[in-house]
């Protein structure tokens, strides 16, 4: 009979190709590596910042205006028609339009793999061969791309003390914009609210029925007027002239010289009056202070965080008219900030406790160091990879680093366990490097791979929620490929070339401590070598420049600083080293006493395996009858980002006063309360819009218990305006996120839809879950229209649309074009003089110049003002007429998608939901329709992995049924993890599901390492014992990997900074998956393994092994 030591050396003698090389050719080995950390350093710094993943969505506009055309006519004329040319180009995700008075636009959204440039010159093709269909009016349709992305990141107000806004809004045109334009990543400069210096000319209709002139001849008297346009150029010889015509008004006086009618020199101060003046269409206050306000948009792929920056350093130092003031009201890189802290602090939280656990296991400080240099090793690989695929650093790229953290060691952990116990064994130490990696080779490349298989094919997966899962499975793949080939090819090369001092115990300390002498003698004797002269004569340099000349002197004490240094370093090493010792003997009894006693437990647990089995498969039915439908699913989790948006919309046909009235009180309401910060409020007479910013969250409640306080509150201040919707929305870096939902009824009959939607605002009003509820679909006004009669037209020369040019121009103005002052532009408008136009009477009696008849008629002659009730605007989904409900939630309310499908029961049960009216999700940004498309694709992703992951385990292993046995700790993970979440109170969402996914690699991972070792032991001892066998050798690796997998859940748990929200669905299903399939692993695969391959395991077994009764365990 062969001893033991043979067998073990006949089975271990193999050295694994990759491994000798690396540590033969350690050079090549530390360059790659040390070069991998060097690019990741530089991406690091160069990586833009956001909350989440950019998610560029392909969108096209088209707009059309239609002047004098009602909404009705917009919608049949022209909506329609641009509608059904580019329903049928291919791509096209959605089509959403919106008829207005005057004109018309139509938003056209692609798949995000289509190319937005590439879109508009399709559309633009497709419109372009139905202009001919446009009616007579209509101006040629206008393709632009648009970016939903494209929102304001900073904004901040001007105030200008007791300086007029016109003067204030002037300043920020023509001073602030280009200097704020200038700054690195600004993409666009917008300026609103504020009166805008205008200069107008006011008709008098006398005059020009005296005249026989039209509004529109003084327009284009005015607009010729203005001309600066390029000729060309002549060369002669080495010169180019270049000529050019240029005739600009420069003043009030300028303007009124223009001549309109040059037969008779009819100028344009004969027809009516010229004054410098201003225009207001909305108004902007910070606080109740009224502001002109400046918003900045990012370039694409810029960081949002330094461009805000960027702007605020500016306007620090930016010399401001006297009285002048900044007020910065929406910085939306706020949560962005307290996010990235956050998640900053959380890595390196974790690191720390992870390298605790790892020191802990190992004992040694030298090792442990080793093990923990993976870290920052295997994470450089993901900023390299997010710099060369555009991400940036975000909740989930971020997030992929700390689970990283926790993975990524998993590796190494196994090799340097593997070859201490080599060491152990009395291998020396290249040799226990070489045979210890080469043992468990296979098993780290099967458990890196099978991370890799859910990983990998993960971010292909299409669809928005797709981009989410991209960054978070390509970043955590970088790191897991990175450790597995670190693992292998650059620890073996640290631990096989890193010298292993002798440990220092609590018995060796007094002799650390009396070795001063020797290590001042050391730190003079260094002056022999170049590195400490240099430091020398750099110490004595910096002296004499930053203090003083006679400072420098002081250089001379280096020798000593040195010897004393390294004497306080040795001190403190040897401190260390000695506690570590001892809570490393105290953990190893700990883990020997468990590992023994678990040996025992399981060798008689074999005998009831079937009993084991039926256990878990009762805890799994239990947790899909019982738990799983109490479990809420959403798309990203609720986030208090310290902001919220309030939403007022006052009766049609409100006045830009009558708004202003409104917002108002909600401003002084908000500003009253003690944990509201700043209100930017943006009216207009469509309604307003509040911006509102809260104090710390250390200093009040939380946003989704103030939200219905305040929703109560509002609607009892407007409770005298019952036609006055207010709804309020969480804020975040999420469109949709918080406590808004919205949905979309739509119907091919636009009156029926008015009738249905009315009636769902009022089931959705008497909700208990819901605070407020409104719909767009615009309530009906009194339309004062004027149709021409097509009779008294005939022989006048005048047309329906010269009529309708003529009265818009009377009663809104049109622009004719600039006049230059000092260098800037500002718009003309010709207009009639508002003290003229009174009542509908004086409208009707305004001139209208018939060119056939050589005179004026009254607008009156020509046709008539017919009254009607019509909508404002008329909007459509996906070319049928749709209405958007807006929904505030509740603080204990369902989760979107849930109350989604409640209240669509609801409407069918009350006769409002048919085959004429349905229900959409309410567009694919809509929190529901993410929630939907998340289970969707999660449930084909979880899938998809499965499979994967059991072909790369069946070519590992060179089996189709081993790979059942690894992955029979998968669905008892998933139910793990559905029991935490449900105890937690918490809900599954895009972050949850990226756990999931990734618990079917980690519970597999300690399946295989505890497989591996018991397969090559089936060769050489009886099957029971080489279960138990196995489980002795592999119970310390699987804990330790399991513990510092577990460490990276809990800061994602129990965080309470801004933004923790994000991660807390990941690490409570990685600490419910992980803990219960460790367990698992430990019970349920051997139990397993045993049941159903006893009776094949005697034909593996190897001669020498059936000699022996039982093999004494390492």
Do not use: C
């Amino acid at each position: 009979m062969k001893p033991l030591r043979d067998l073990r050396e006949r089975l271990f003698d193999h050295v694994n190709p990759l491994v000798g090389f690396s540590v033969t050719r350690y050079v090549l080995s530390i360059g790659i590596f040390i070069g991998v950390v060097i690019f990741g350093l530089i991406a690091t710094t160069s990586l833009g910042v956001d909350l989440l993943p950019t998610t560029n969505t392909p969108v096209v506009s088209v707009n059309t205006s239609f002047p004098g055309a009602s909404p009705e006519v917009v919608d049949r004329q022209v909506t329609r028609v641009i509608e059904g040319a580019v329903a049928d180009i291919p791509g096209v995700v959605s089509i959403g339009a919106n008829s207005r008075t005057g004109g018309s636009s139509v938003f056209i959204t692609f798949t995000p793999d289509t190319n937005q440039d590439s879109a508009a010159n399709k559309v633009a093709s497709q419109v372009s061969a139905v202009t001919r269909q446009l009616p007579t009016g209509a101006s040629a349709p206008s393709v632009r791309t648009f970016d939903p992305n494209s929102q304001p990141i900073l904004e901040f107000g001007i105030s200008g003390g007791s300086a007029p806004l016109e003067e204030v809004h002037e300043y920020a045109e023509n001073v602030l914009v280009p200097a704020v334009q200038r700054v690195e990543g600004v993409a666009n400069v917008e300026v609103n609210g504020g009166p805008e210096r205008q200069y107008q000319v006011l008709l008098d209709p006398s005059r020009l029925q005296a005249y026989g002139l039209n509004p529109q001849q003084i327009s284009s008297a005015i607009s010729s007027a203005s001309v600066d346009q390029p000729i060309g150029s002549i060369t002669r010889g080495a010169d180019t002239l270049s000529f050019s015509t240029r005739d600009v008004p420069r003043s009030l006086e300028d303007i009124g010289e223009i001549v309109v009618d040059g037969n008779r020199g009819v100028r344009v101060a004969d027809l009516g009056t010229v004054k410098d003046a201003s225009s207001t269409d909305s108004f902007t206050r910070i606080n109740g202070t009224p502001v002109v306000l400046i918003s900045i948009q990012q370039a694409s792929g810029s960081n949002a965080v330094a461009v805000a920056d960027g702007v605020r350093e500016l306007m620090k130092h930016f010399s401001l008219p006297q009285g002048y003031a900044v007020s910065f009201s929406n910085d939306t890189t706020g949560p962005i900030r307290a996010s990235i802290k956050s998640t900053t602090h959380e890595i390196w939280v974790t690191a720390g406790v992870v390298a605790v656990v790892v020191l802990l296991f190992l004992g040694r400080i030298n090792t442990a160091f080793t093990v923990i240099l993976a870290i920052p090793i295997s994470l450089a690989a993901a900023p390299v990879l997010y710099q060369l695929l555009g991400f940036t650093f975000n909740q989930v790229s971020l997030l992929a680093m700390i689970v990283a953290i926790g993975i990524v060691v998993d590796d190494s952990i196994v090799v340097a366990e593997n070859v201490e116990r080599y060491q152990q064994m009395g291998v020396p130490r290249h040799q226990a490097v070489l045979r210890g990696a080469s043992e468990v080779f296979g098993a780290v490349a099967a458990a890196s791979l099978s991370l890799l298989a859910v990983l990998i094919p993960v971010s292909f997966i299409g669809g928005f929620a797709g981009r989410y899962l991209q960054q978070f499975a390509l970043g955590l793949s970088a790191a897991v490929l990175f450790s597995w080939l670190e693992a292998l090819l650059f620890l073996t090369v640290r631990m096989a070339y890193t010298p292993e001092a002798a440990p220092v115990t609590w018995r060796d300390l007094p002799r650390v401590l009396t070795t001063l002498p020797a290590t001042l003698r050391w730190g003079f004797a260094a002056l022999r070598q170049p590195w400490a002269v240099l430091l020398l004569v750099g110490a004595a340099a910096a002296l004499w420049r930053f203090v003083t000349p006679l400072a420098a002197l002081g250089a001379l004490a280096l020798p000593l600083a040195l010897g004393v240094g390294r004497y306080l370093w040795d001190v403190a090493l040897g401190l260390l080293e000695a506690l570590t010792l001892t809570l490393h003997g105290i953990t190893e009894r700990g883990m020997t006493f468990v590992r023994e006693g678990y040996a025992r437990a399981l060798g008689g647990m074999l005998r009831f395996s079937p009993l084991v089995l039926v256990g878990a498969a009762v805890f799994l039915a239990a947790t899909l009858l019982f738990v799983v439908p109490k479990v809420p699913f959403n798309f990203v989790p609720q986030s208090d980002s310290g902001t919220f948006n309030v939403r007022i919309r006052p009766p049609n046909g409100t006045s830009l006063n009558g708004s202003n009235v409104l917002s108002d009180r909600a401003e002084r309401f908000l500003l009253a309360q003690p944990e509201v910060e700043t209100v930017q409020a943006n009216v207009n007479s469509g309604g307003s819009g509040l911006n509102v910013k809260l104090v710390e969250r250390s200093e009040r409640e939380g946003i989704f218990q103030l939200i219905p306080r305040y929703q109560m509150a509002l609607n009892a201040l407007y409770a005298d305006q019952p036609s006055t919707r207010v709804m309020i929305f969480a804020g975040g870096g999420f469109r949709g996120q918080g406590s808004g939902l919205s949905f979309n009824l739509i119907s091919p009959s636009y009156e029926l839809l008015t009738e249905r939607a009315n009636r769902a605002v009022e089931i959705l009003e008497a909700n208990p879950n819901v605070l407020s509820a409104s719909s767009d679909i615009s309530s009906t006004t009194l339309q004062n229209n004027f149709v021409p009669d097509a009779s008294r037209l005939a022989g006048t020369g005048i047309s329906s649309q010269t009529i309708a040019q003529t009265l818009q121009t009377y009663a809104s103005g049109a622009n004719a074009g600039n006049v230059e002052v000092q260098g800037f532009n500002y718009p003309i408008q010709v207009k009639m003089d508002p003290a003229q136009l009174q009542d509908m009477q004086t409208l009707l009696s305004l001139p209208v110049y018939s060119p056939s008849l050589q005179t004026s008629l009254a607008v009156g002659q020509l046709g008539s003002i017919v009254q009607s009730q019509s909508p404002t605007t008329i909007g459509r989904t996906n070319r049928l007429y749709g209405a958007s409900l807006s929904v505030n939630l509740g603080e204990n309310a369902p989760t979107p998608l849930e109350f989604q499908r409640e209240i669509e029961q609801q409407f069918r049960e009350a006769g409002i939901l048919d085959n004429q009216v349905s229900l959409d999700s309410g567009g694919q940004f809509s929190q529901g329709a993410l929630a939907s498309q998340l289970s969707s694709l999660g449930v084909q992703a979880f899938g998809l992995a499965l499979l994967l992951v059991y072909l790369v385990m069946g070519a590992q292993f060179n089996s189709f049924r081993y790979p059942v046995y690894l992955l029979l700790p998968v669905p008892f993970a998933v139910a793990g993890a559905m029991w935490f979440v449900w105890l937690r109170g918490s809900a599954l969402d895009i972050f949850a599901v990226m756990g999931f996914l990734l618990l079917i690699g980690l519970s597999a991972k300690n399946a295989i390492i505890y497989l591996e070792f018991v397969v090559d032991r089936m060769k050489l001892m009886p099957f029971r014992d080489a279960l138990i066998e196995a489980s002795r050798l592999r119970f310390r690796p699987i804990v330790m990997t399991t513990l510092t997998v577990l460490v990276i859940s809990f800061p994602l748990v129990l965080g309470t900074a801004e933004g923790s929200e994000f991660g807390r669905g990941l690490g409570i299903t990685i600490m419910g998956g992980v803990l219960v399939s460790a367990i698992m692993t430990f019970f349920v695969v051997p139990a397993a393994f045993y049941l159903f391959e006893r009776g094949r395991a005697s034909q593996l077994l190897l001669p020498e092994a059936e000699e022996n009764e039982k093999l004494v365990p390492a």
